[in-house]
C-alpha cells in the first residue's frame, strides 16, 4: 500500500512501545517534527486516525493499537523471511548429494569428507549407498551431484571422472583352507577350486573375470552373492575361496586368510571413480575435481 513501508511500521511501533512522540523521537534519532509527519502519512494512507494527541497526553486510538500489534508481527515475520532465504540459500550452496558403494564408506569416503570440511567447515552431505551403475543412473537423473562408484565401467560423455588409483585383487580363503599358508600361489593352483563370484551385472564380477582370464584361470562358481562382506563370510565357512578388492581388507572381520598374488598379472584391476555431471559446477565440486588421485 502506497505511503506504508517497513520502515514507517517500525517508526510508529516505536511510538507505540515508548508511549511518548518525544521519547519516540529520541530512540529513533529524528525530529519530533519528523516523526509526526510520518504518522500523518500512516494516517492519511489508512484513513483513520492512529494517535490522539495533545499538550499534555498521548494515548493510541483503538485502531492505532490494533495497527501496532499487526506492525509488530509484520517485522517480525520480514526479519524472519530474510532469515530463512539467507538459511536456504547456504544450505543448498554447502550441500552435496553423494552417491556410493559400500566399499568406497571406508576408504575414499572418510578422505572425501575431510576435504569438504577443509573447504568449508558447515557443509552438509546426503549419502546414498548403491551399485555403480546406479550411481551413474542417479547422476545423469540429476538425483545425486556426485559419485564415488567403482570400476572399471563404461561412463557416459555427460560425466566428468577422475581415477582415484588401481586397486589391485587378493585372494581370501578360509583359515583351514589348504591354500591358507602358502606363502606364494600359482594360477595354476587355483583352476580346480570353487570360487565365491560377485552377482551378474556387477562391476566387480566383469573385474574379477577379465583378471581371471588373463591369467589362465577359469573359476567353478560356487555361490554368487553381491556384498564383498558377504562373500567374506561364506569364504569364511569354507564354501570356496574368492577374489576382493585390497583396499577393502580393513572391511572385513570375517575369519579369513589374505593371500597376495605377486605370481598374477594385474593388468586387470579394479578401482575407486570420482565422477560428476560435466555441466554441474559448485565451489565444492570443483575443488575436489581440481585434486589429484594423489591427493585421496
Request: glycine fraction near 4%; charge should be neutral.
Amino acid at each position: 500500500m502506497k505511503n506504508i513501508d517497513l520502515k514507517k511500521m517500525k517508526q510508529f511501533l516505536t511510538v507505540a512501545e515508548s508511549n511518548s512522540i518525544t521519547k519516540a523521537a529520541e530512540r529513533l534519532r529524528i525530529a519530533q517534527s519528523t516523526l509526526l509527519a510520518v504518522i500523518k502519512k500512516l494516517e492519511d494512507a489508512i484513513g483513520v486516525s492512529l494517535i490522539n494527541q495533545q499538550a499534555s497526553s498521548f494515548e493510541l486510538t483503538l485502531a492505532g493499537a490494533d495497527f501496532a500489534r499487526h506492525c509488530r508481527l509484520c517485522l517480525e515475520y520480514s526479519e524472519r523471511a530474510v532469515w530463512s532465504a539467507r538459511s536456504t540459500a547456504k544450505a543448498c550452496a554447502a550441500t552435496i548429494n553423494l552417491g556410493l558403494v559400500s566399499s568406497a564408506a571406508h576408504t575414499i569416503f572418510p578422505r572425501v569428507l575431510s576435504i569438504l570440511q577443509k573447504t568449508q567447515p558447515d557443509f552438509n552431505v546426503n549419502v546414498h549407498e548403491s551399485t555403480s551403475k546406479s550411481i551413474i543412473h542417479m547422476l545423469l537423473e540429476r538425483q545425486i551431484d556426485m559419485g564415488l562408484l567403482r570400476g572399471p565401467i563404461d561412463l557416459p560423455s555427460e560425466l566428468e571422472v577422475i581415477n582415484l588409483g588401481r586397486d589391485e585383487f587378493v585372494l581370501i580363503t578360509s583359515e583351514g583352507h589348504a591354500l591358507a599358508d602358502c606363502l606364494r600361489v600359482s594360477p595354476e593352483m587355483l583352476c580346480s577350486e570353487a570360487f565365491i563370484m560377485y552377482d551378474k551385472g556387477s562391476v566387480l564380477r566383469h573385474a574379477m573375470r577379465l583378471f581371471c582370464q588373463d591369467n589362465n584361470v577359469y573359476p567353478f562358481i560356487a555361490q554368487e552373492v553381491c556384498q564383498i562382506q558377504t562373500v567374506a563370510a561364506m569364504v569364511g565357512c569354507g564354501l570356496g575361496v574368492a577374489l576382493v578388492p585390497k583396499s577393502t581388507i580393513p572391511l572385513i572381520s570375517a575369519p579369513v586368510r589374505f593371500i597376495d598374488l605377486d605370481c598374477f598379472s594385474h593388468e586387470h584391476y579394479t578401482g575407486i571413480y570420482m565422477a560428476k555431471r560435466e555441466s554441474h559446477s559448485s565451489a565444492l565440486l570443483n575443488r575436489l575435481f581440481c585434486l589429484s588421485a594423489t591427493d585421496f
